[in-house]
């Protein structure tokens, strides 16, 4: 897989578990009537990330 490819993989992955953030914490917004921030999204996201994902996020 070369580097181009690698990062459209990443992007997708991290479009693909931004928009289950999104569907989540709207859930939980709708149940609870709590009010929730973007960066409620962005941290979301970052928690269920698995370790040693960062490293991806690295230039080579």
């Given at each position: 897989?070369?580097?181009?490819?690698?990062?459209?993989?990443?992007?997708?992955?991290?479009?693909?578990?931004?928009?289950?953030?999104?569907?989540r914490?709207?859930?939980v917004?709708?149940?609870?009537?709590?009010?929730?921030?973007?960066?409620?999204?962005?941290?979301?996201?970052?928690?269920?990330?698995?370790?040693?994902?960062?490293?991806?996020?690295?230039?080579?």
């Open positions: 897989m070369g580097v181009t490819q690698s990062y459209e993989a990443l992007a997708c992955d991290l479009v693909s578990r931004t928009a289950d953030a999104i569907a914490i709207s859930h917004a709708t149940d609870t009537g709590v009010t929730l921030k973007i960066d409620n999204v962005f941290d979301t996201v970052e928690l269920a990330l698995p370790l040693g994902y960062r490293r991806h996020l690295q230039a080579p």
